[in-house]
C-alpha cells in the first residue's frame, strides 16, 4: 500500500538528527473527545519553543485508550497542520502484530514521518518473535524502536538491536534501559534518544545520545532544549530536577495532565485509568511552576491549584 | 472537535465555483487492499487534465465497501498529497447519523476541503429526519447534499433543500433528479451539480448547473472538462454519448472498474459485489476507445480485451 | 469458521415452516445503548403471543444504526436468552460483500438460526454480482433473502431467485413486490414470507404465502398471530387495517418507534435519523389503540399522548 | 445495559468455588481466522478431563491479538455450545477503562459467567487509578482480577485488592506473585487461583489457593484436575514440572501453541508477533510426552516432531 507521493517525506537521516522531541499530551473535551483546539494550541508552543518532533499518541499522548480511528486521524491531521514545521512521528506500534502492521501502513499513507514502534508489551514474545515482528513493519519508512522494560515487561536486549539495525529505515532507539546501555549502542553507531528525562542530560553529553523523547517538554520546552543542544549545563539540569521527579510520582501521564491542566492550557478532563494527583501535589506544582519561574511554561495563565471538582473523568469514551 | 489549524481550509464560495469534480476511482491490490501508487497515478491525471475537485469514496470510489478507518485514511492520504491543488471532497455521509457525524468530524480534522452527505439510503426517515440528519453535519464545514433516490429510494424534495439552504456551510446539491428539479434550484440561486454524464451538459448550458460531479471523467478528463467550461459543445456532448451509455450499462462503477483495468491504469480486481461486464461489453469497449481516440483517454498503454481469467474477485476484504 | 457444536441448530425446513417472525425492534437508553431489559421484555411479549420467530437487527430494529460489534452481540444475546422458544433470524446482510461474510460468519458462531440477506442497496450491482453477492454467503447455514425495492433501489429479479434457490440453505424469500410476484414464486415451490403488513393476510390466504415478517407484530402480536394461522380472515383484517396505515405514514420504524413508546414499553428515545410522529399522529395512535383494544397491545399500561419534549434524540451512538 | 434473562447464571460463589480453570488457546485456520471446529475440540477435550471453567481470549488464548468482535464473538460461541457443562470467563479486561466498559457490558450481555480483568498494562496508573478502573467494571457480574506484574509492569498490591474485595462481585484473585502474598490472601479470606502451573500444587496444598488458572491443563487436563483436587501428591507434581519448565522456556503461549501442534489438535499456524520453538525444544517436547505417556495428553495421534516448513506464520490477521 505504499505511495511515492505523501508530501515532506523524511530521509532516515533527517530523523536520526532530532534532538528535542516532544511526546505530545492528547487534550480532552468534558465527554471525552479531543479537543483539538487545545491540542493545536500545544503544537504551536512545542513549534515556538524549539521542539523538532513530536509523538503523537503514545503512551504520554494516551494512544492505548485510543481507538485507532482516532489515532490514524490525530497523526493525520498532525502532519496536515504542523507537518512541514516538525516532525511527525506516530506511534503506530501494538503487541498485535496486525494492528502495528495495518496502523503503520495507514499512518505513513496520510503523511507521518516516522513511526514509532514498541515491542509486544503484555502478551510479549521470543527474541525471534520480536525480530519477526519489527521486521513486519520496518520496510514501511523511518522508524524508531521503543524499549521500555518497565512498561512492556520486557526488555528489548541489544542483539536483537542488533539484527534490526540492518535494516535502513531503522533510525535508531528510544532507550530506557540507563546510559550503560546507552554507551554500548552509540559505540557501535546507533542513534539513541534518552526516555528518560531526570537522565538526559547525562544521556546527551556524556554517553553520546543524540537526543531526548520528552514529557516534561510539553510543560518547559524551551528549557528543554536548552537542555539538548547548548552544551553540558550541570545548573539547567538540577534547576529542572524537582519538576521531572515531580512529573513521574506516579505512572506519566497523571503528573504531565494534571500540570497541564492547572497551567490553564488544557481542560482538566481525564479519560480513566487516569486521575488527577491528590492536592498536595496539586499544591506543590505551583511551588515548582514558581521556583522555575512561570515564564519558562506553556501558556500564560496563572497557575491555578484545581479542587478535586473542577475534573471531568470519563470512563465511556 | 473543531480545529483551526487545518490547511487550506477552503471557502464554501470555492467550492461553488467547482464545475468539474470527478468521482475517483478506488483501485485495488490482488489482496483487497488500496493500491495506492495507482491511486496517486489516477490523481495526477485527474490534476493535469483539469478536473477541480474530486469525491474521495463516493459510491464510484466504493465508500460503501470501505471500513471507516480506510475511507478517512484515504481522505488524509488525498489531502496530504494533493490538497494543495485540488478539492478534496471527502463522501462521509452515511445512512446512519452517528456514523456520518463521527465520520465528518475526522474528515474535516484531516484537512478535507467539504463533506458529501448523502440522505439515510436503506434506512430512510421523515421530512423532519432528514434536516435533522443533515444538521447534525452541517454545523462542520462546507458540505455538498447528494440527490439520487434510484440508489437511496428516497428523494429528497425542495421543501428539505429550502430549509438547510439556511446554512451558511451548504454548498450546493449534486442533483440526480433531472433538469427540471435543477432549474427549480438555480431560479433560486442553489449552486447545483449534475449527477448524470448524459445530461451534465445540457444542466450546465441549458439549465444553469455550475457543473458535475462526474465518472466519465475517471476515464476522458479533458473531454468532460472541455464540456464543462468551454460553452455549448453539442458535437462533443454527441461524441461522448455512447461512451456514457456504456459505462452505465451495470450499475456504477462496474462499468468505469473495467474500462480502467482494460486501460491498463488499474489492476483488474474487484471488491465484490462488483464483477466486470462480460466479455462482449468489454469488446464494445476497446471500439469506443478507438472512435473517441485513444489519447483522450487516461492512460498510456495500449487498450486491451482482457479475459475473465484476468480478474481477481475479493470477497473478504 | 464452521462449529458442529452450535447448540438448537435448525434446519433449512424448521426455517420455511415459521408463519409470524417478528422484525423486533431494538429500544434504547437515554445515552443511545441499546436498552436490554426493555429488549427483552419486548421478546417475552413475542413469544407469549405466539411468534414464531424474530429478525434481530433488521431495518425495523436498526440494524443500519448499530456498530457491527452491538448487533452481533444482540444476535448473540437473543439466542442465548430466547434462542430454545423462538428461531432468531440475524440480519447479517450488507451493502458490503465483505461485511456480509464476517457477519454471517459470526452471526452462526453464536447460534442465529438462520440468517436473513439483503441485495447491496445503494452501492448496486448487476445480476451477476447479486449472485455472487449472494453466493458468498449461502454456503454458511439457512438464509432468507429479503426483497425491498422502495428501499435498496434495485428488485431482485425472479431470475437471480431461482438461480440462488438450488442452494440447499436458501430458506425462501421476504417479498414486498407484490401479491403477483409471490403468486409465481409460490408456484415453483419457494417459500415466501409477506414483507408488507397491509397485504400480507391475502399473501397467505388467496396467494399462498407461508407468512409474514412483520412490523405490525410487535404491537399486536397476538392478533397478527390469528391473522397468519386461523385462516381466512377478511374482518380481523380490515380492523387492523388503519394501524398498519398508521404505521406506515412515515418510513418504518418512526411510527412503530412512537407507538411502543406511548404504550409505555420502551423508553422514548430515538437514534436519529429518526425522529417521532408529530402529535396530531400520536394522538391519532391513542383512538386507533382504543378502536382495537387495548388489551391486544403489548404492555400493561395505559396508552399515553407524549409531548414533544418526553423525547430524547440521539445524534452520537 | 442490564439484562435479567441471560441463561446459566452463575453466583459468585460458584465462581468461587472452582478448582481448575483451563486458560484456552485459540487455534487458527491458515489464513489466522479462528478455527472453530478445533477449537471446539478443544474444549471438548477440557470438559471430558474435568475442567470446570475456561479463561476465553486470555494471554494464553491471545486475546491481545483479536479485534474486540472476535473475542466478544468467541465469548458467545462458546456460551452457547459449552455454558451449560462449564463456566466461561471471558477476558474482557483491557488496560483502556473505556473499552473493557464495554467489552464487559457485552460478555455479560452474551451470557459468560464472569471476568477477568487485568490492571492497565502498559499504560499503568496510580493506586487511585487502578481502583477506580476496577470498579467502572465490577458492577456488572462477577469478577476475578489478575496479577501478573511480569506482564504489566505493574503490581496490584494488596490494598487495592482489599478495597475491592468489598464489592460483592469480586470472586477473587488470579494471583502470580508468589505463595506468601497467596497466603496473606487467603488468611483474609479471599479467594486465590494460582496463575503459575510450577507453583500451584503448593499454593492449593500449603498455601490455601482454591485453585489454578492453568496453561498446562490444555494438555493434560487430567492430571491437572488430580493435582487440584486430589490432594497433596508430590509425585504427581514432580512428574509435571518437566512439561511445566518446557512450557514456559519462552514467553506463553509459544509453548503451548507448539506443543498442540505436535500433538495434532490444532493446525500448525501462529499469529505473530509469536512464532513456533525451535527444533531443539520441539525434539524435547516429544520426549517429555513419552516420559509423561501419551494417554495423559489431548488427542489421539501420535506426537510428532513438525519442521520449520510445516508451521504458518501470519501477520495479517
Known amino acids: 500500500m505504499r505511495s511515492l507521493e505523501v508530501k515532506n517525506r523524511t530521509s532516515v537521516d533527517d530523523i536520526r538528527s ?26 504551536r508552543m512545542q513549534i515556538f519553543n524549539g521542539a523538532e518532533g513530536v509523538i503523537v499518541g503514545g503512551t504520554t499522548g494516551e494512544g492505548q485508550l485510543m481507538s485507532w480511528d482516532e489515532h ?7 502532519v496536515n497542520c504542523f507537518g512541514t514545521t516538525i516532525k511527525v512521528i506516530g506511534n503506530t506500534g501494538s503487541n498485535s502484530t496486525g494492528e ?17 514502534h514498541i515491542n509486544p508489551y503484555y502478551g510479549k514474545t521470543s527474541m525471534q518473535g520480536l525480530v519477526s515482528h519489527f521486521e513486519s513493519v520496518l520496510s514501511m519508512g523511518p522508524t524508531i524502536i521503543y524499549n521500555v522494560p518497565s512498561r512492556t515487561g520486557q526488555d528489548i536486549p541489544p542483539s536483537v538491536i542488533q539484527t534490526i539495525t540492518q535494516n535502513p529505515n531503522m533510525a535508531g532507539v528510544k532507550e530506557c534501559m540507563g546510559n550503560e546501555r546507552i554507551k554500548g549502542y552509540v559505540d557501535q553507531g546507533i542513534v539513541i534518544w534518552s526516555g528518560n528525562d531526570d537522565e538526559c542530560h547525562d544521556s546527551r553529553w556524556t554517553f553520546g545520545a543524540t537526543g ?16 539538548m543542544v547548548q552544551g553540558q549545563n550541570l545548573s539547567l539540569n538540577s534547576k529542572l530536577m524537582p519538576l521531572m521527579k515531580w512529573l513521574f510520582k506516579e505512572p506519566n ?65
Open 18 to 43: 532530532l534532538r528535542l522531541i516532544t511526546a505530545i499530551k492528547t487534550p480532552y473535551l468534558p465527554d471525552g473527545r479531543f479537543d483539538l483546539e487545545a491540542y493545536d494550541s500545544l503544537m
Open 100 to 116: 502495528a502492521i495495518h496502523a503503520t501502513e495507514q499512518g505513513f499513507a496520510v503523511g507521518m514521518h516516522a513511526a514509532l
Open 253 to 317: 501521564p497523571i503528573g504531565l495532565n494534571t500540570a497541564l491542566a492547572q497551567l490553564g492550557v488544557i481542560r482538566p478532563v481525564f479519560r480513566l485509568p487516569y486521575v488527577p494527583l491528590p492536592l498536595a501535589s496539586r499544591l506543590e506544582f505551583v511551588r515548582i511552576v514558581e521556583a522555575l519561574g512561570r515564564e519558562n511554561f506553556v501558556g500564560d495563565k496563572d497557575v491555578q491549584v484545581l479542587d478535586d471538582d473542577d475534573f471531568t473523568l470519563v470512563g465511556r469514551y
Open 212 to 227: 531526548v523523547i520528552s514529557v516534561t517538554s510539553n510543560l518547559v520546552p524551551g528549557l528543554m532544549k536548552e537542555l
Open 72 to 78: 490514524i486521524m490525530l497523526i493525520a491531521h498532525t
